[in-house]
């Protein structure tokens, strides 16, 4: 089976930033496409980022111009910069399958932007 282990969470002041990492046990450009994924208390699991190529990824409006999505070897990685408190939640890693032949899920990681 395919392991997502994620790393990179933690407190942050308004303004700040993180990277959030998710190494994958094999390589990730192996996958149909790989995303990012937040869920803040009493709300649903949002996509926040997605990367099908070297080229193409995509962005919930909230984040755009401050977070970036990326990839290399087996790792997807999560820049973001100017947080918010908005941005609050769990952080989950998601790698889709070619064919329909599901999802896998990192653990998540915890995110807090807090003065």
């Known amino acids: 089976q395919v392991q997502l282990v994620e790393a990179g969470g933690g407190l942050v002041q308004p303004g700040g930033s993180l990277r959030l990492s998710c190494k994958a046990s094999?390589?990730?450009?192996?996958?149909?496409?790989m995303g990012w994924y937040r869920q803040a208390p009493g709300n649903q699991r949002e996509l926040v980022a997605r990367?099908?190529?070297?080229?193409t990824s995509n962005y919930v409006d909230s984040v755009k111009g401050r977070f970036t999505i990326s990839s290399a070897n087996n790792t997807v990685y999560l820049q973001m910069n100017n947080l918010k408190p908005e941005d609050t939640a769990v952080y989950y890693c998601?790698?889709?399958?070619?064919?329909?032949?599901?999802?896998?899920w990192g653990q998540g990681t915890q995110v807090t932007v807090s003065s």
């Open positions: 990367i099908r190529s070297r080229d």
């Open positions: 094999r390589s990730v450009f192996s996958f149909y496409s």
């Open positions: 998601n790698a889709q399958q070619y064919d329909a032949m599901g999802d896998y």
